[in-house]
């Protein structure tokens, strides 16, 4: 990955990115890492206190790719904290997917989390203001 250092974001233990932490921000990125990490917010605290780490991979075009690393690892919560950050994350208008590369969020609960969203949707369609 050829990488200019004056398009390198920043790097931490928190966010890296395949190939040695380097993060481009162009035109077609709509999100940042730093921007996706921020949005976790209140799960990032338990993931600290269990030793697990966000991994943001990529956020190209509005598809954020993300793997549960660390504690995460083996977890019984680990599909609860993906579903927990899924929805986190869907919520941003820059956000198309949230994709977990090691399929830390099963499919039902990727789908319930769509339908909860769509269903709080319709009901702030019909609220008069």
């Keep these: 990955m050829d990488v200019?250092?004056?398009e390198l974001?920043?790097?931490?233990?928190?966010?890296?990115?395949?190939?040695?932490?380097?993060?481009?921000k162009d035109e077609h990125m709509g999100?940042?890492?730093e921007?996706?990490?921020a949005e976790i917010g209140p799960v990032q605290e338990i993931l600290?206190?269990?030793d697990g780490v966000v991994n943001v991979i990529d956020t190209e075009g509005g598809i954020i790719m993300i793997s549960l690393e660390g504690g995460c690892i083996g977890c019984s919560s680990t599909p609860m904290t993906a579903m927990q950050i899924y929805y986190s994350l869907m919520?941003?208008?820059d956000v198309e997917d949230v994709v977990f590369v090691n399929g830390e969020?099963?499919?039902?609960?990727?789908?319930?989390i769509d339908q909860k969203m769509e269903d709080e949707?319709?009901?702030?369609e019909g609220d008069i203001v």
């Design 4 to 6: 200019d250092d004056s």
């Design 9 to 24: 974001l920043g790097c931490g233990l928190e966010a890296t990115v395949e190939m040695g932490c380097a993060l481009r």
């Design 31 to 33: 999100i940042s890492t």
């Design 35 to 37: 921007e996706v990490l």
């Design 48 to 50: 600290d206190a269990h």
């Design 91 to 93: 919520k941003l208008d």
């Design 105 to 112: 969020l099963p499919d039902f609960m990727r789908q319930f």
């Design 121 to 124: 949707t319709e009901e702030s």
